[in-house]
């Protein structure tokens, strides 16, 4: 059964929708989740997560048919982007790689796109869904990769990873 609701990318709610649950378990006091860069980190994960084992699973078709045609060896891309995709969201999570995953993760959304613009242009099927319209998932890839770029953007973390410290000249 195909659903026609394009404009639901399942990835981007969920990332909205982990976004506020890790956040408001930093309001009730979860020391990890207090600011919203660290909420944000641990639902950038939760997210990629979810999409790098749809590159293993029953939607591992619909990606593969996504890959451009000019690019050799899809199966083997879709296996290589799931892989990465996985290995970024646990970098997001270890304060020492966040800043590389983070950047790595959204090079990475920039290579994948044209996959959307084939995906869009002839129409496909994702997960039982007709692909999303290249002008919205432009838009939604935009706040992926400014997120990321905001959530693993230069601080200083204290030991514990519990939040960001001011940076700045020691004092004296």
Known sequence: MIHEHPY??????????ALLLFRTLGVLG???LRSWKLAARYALATMFVFTSASH??????DL???VPDVLPYPELLVTVTGVLELLGAVGLLRPATARYAGLGLALLLVAMF???VVA??????VAGTVATPLWFRFFVQVVFISMLLWATSAMSYRRSDTGP???GPKPR
């Open 8 to 17: 639901v990318v399942v990835p981007f709610v969920l990332l909205i929708g």
């Open 30 to 32: 979860v020391r990890s």
């Open 165 to 167: 410290t001011k940076t």
């Open 114 to 116: 044209p996959a959307n």
């Open 56 to 61: 293993f699973t029953g939607t591992r078709a």
């Open 120 to 125: 869009s242009q002839e129409g496909l099927v």
């Open 64 to 66: 593969v048919r996504m």
